[in-house]
């Protein structure tokens, strides 16, 4: 039986005498998969999102990837959270090229055209010179995505990182975030408790109580709807069908939506 390419095995974490993640917690996740954690705000998605990145430790268990326990945070594993961060003594530019300062086997040519591809995808080139403050939020939160997708990470990690954009801006960046995860064979872990963009988005759908996180469903979605995703898929019987058997699995376990 082959090794999962990241694995939780016998997770259990509590904060002081909150218990946070359910004991022994196990879940693997394929290379290459897109795999949604969808679940009610507080539930523990995100905690078990940031042990993956090495922000925070398990109180017990280990998270493995391809074979090796997680440490700090490194180049691999590229996070975007959602309280996005930016800089702000650099230009919108410059903090789309800070997530590649890792990046060694990358040519300076090289960084430029990765950083001007990504500002151009999230709407952002016209404004490669101007200063955080001197932009939107909504427009921060896409300097963030920027940066996070021209870092190349072999792993992204994303809590909600559409959260803050326009109905029309989300959609284009959910289904550009699909192409570039198949194309460049990434293994992606987002969070949400959005039902529909965790429907559209995911290879695999994550379900979880509310807390402490316990796995309340884990459902193949490309096995049901394929691995194309475009968004007429939205208006699709597949697509409500889905959509409504994880709603009613939400209800069941009193993980609904808070």
């Known amino acids: 039986m082959n090794t999962p390419y990241l694995t939780f095995d016998r997770i259990t974490k509590t904060f002081g005498d909150i218990e946070v993640v359910a004991p022994h917690f196990d879940l693997g996740i394929e290379k290459n998969d897109f795999v949604v954690f969808l679940g009610p705000s507080g539930c523990g998605k995100t905690t078990l999102m940031r042990m993956i990145g090495g922000l925070?430790?398990?109180?017990?268990?280990?998270?493995?990837?391809?074979?090796?326990?997680?440490?700090p945070p490194d180049w691999r594993r590229g996070m975007m959270f959602q309280s996005y961060s930016s800089f702000p003594w650099l230009?919108?530019?410059?903090?789309?090229?800070?997530?590649?300062?890792?990046?060694?086997?990358?040519?300076?040519?090289?960084?430029?055209?990765?950083?001007?591809?990504?500002?151009?995808?999230?709407g952002l080139y016209e404004f490669s010179g101007a200063y955080p403050n001197r932009v939107s939020g909504g427009m921060r939160q896409r300097v963030a995505i920027a940066r996070t997708l021209a870092s190349g990470s072999d792993v992204?990690?994303?809590?909600?990182?559409?959260?803050?954009?326009?109905?029309q801006r989300r959609e284009t960046l959910q289904v550009e975030l699909r192409n570039i995860q198949k194309r460049d064979a990434?293994?992606?872990v987002f969070v949400?408790?959005?039902?529909?963009?965790?429907?559209?988005?995911?290879?695999?759908?994550?379900?979880?109580?509310?807390?402490?996180?316990?796995?309340?469903?884990d459902i193949d979605i490309t096995a049901r709807l394929g691995a194309d995703r475009h968004l007429?898929?939205?208006?699709?019987?597949?697509f409500f069908e889905l959509r409504n058997e994880i709603l009613r699995l939400l209800r069941k376990s009193g993980a609904g939506h808070e």
Not at 56 to 71: F, K
Request: proline share 4%.
């Open 91 to 122: 230009t919108v530019a410059q903090n789309v090229e800070f997530g590649m300062r890792y990046r060694h086997d990358l040519t300076e040519e090289e960084k430029l055209a990765r950083r001007d591809h990504y500002l151009d995808l999230v």
């Open 186 to 188: 990434k293994t992606v």
């Open 232 to 238: 007429d898929l939205r208006d699709s019987v597949g």
């Open 192 to 217: 949400t408790h959005d039902v529909e963009e965790a429907v559209f988005l995911a290879d695999r759908v994550i379900v979880f109580s509310k807390r402490p996180a316990r796995v309340v469903a």
């Open 156 to 167: 992204l990690l994303m809590d909600e990182p559409f959260g803050a954009l326009d109905a």
């Open 56 to 71: 925070d430790t398990p109180s017990g268990g280990e998270i493995r990837l391809q074979g090796v326990p997680v440490g």
